[in-house]
């Protein structure tokens, strides 16, 4: 088990950028998939990206070409930059350590509004 700490949302206008970082508290390295998942208002929760520990990487088709995930084994971080944010963005985005039976961060909030 690791614990998940996940930073870097906030309000941000459409057509924008930000980055959201995850820090485990343990290693990385020996869990398969590290992810980012979000969940909207009145919707499920949904995979947005994962890599693998070798760095292959799965992303919903909506944000394919806008997102990317990327990790750290040597730091314990896992990354997801986002760019041209847009409003159906907006959700709580989690952090995932070993698919949806593993650890969960407590998520972060990201807008998109102007």
């Known amino acids: 088990q690791v614990q998940l700490v996940e930073s870097g949302g906030g309000l941000v206008q459409p057509g924008g950028s930000l980055r959201l970082s995850c820090a485990a508290s343990?290693?990385?390295?020996?869990?398969?998939?590290m992810g980012w998942y979000r969940k909207a208002p009145g919707k499920q929760r949904e995979l947005v990206a994962r890599?693998?520990?070798?760095?292959?990487?799965d992303y919903l088709d909506s944000v394919k070409g806008r997102f990317t995930i990327s990790r750290d084994n040597a730091k314990n971080t896992v990354n997801l930059q986002i760019k041209i944010l847009k409003p159906e963005d907006t959700a709580v985005y989690y952090c995932?350590?070993?698919?949806?039976?593993?650890?969960w961060g407590q998520g972060t909030q990201v807008t998109g509004s102007s």
């Open positions: 995932n350590a070993g698919g949806p039976d593993g650890d």
């Open positions: 890599i693998s520990r070798n760095g292959f990487t």
């Open positions: 343990g290693a990385i390295v020996g869990i398969y998939y």
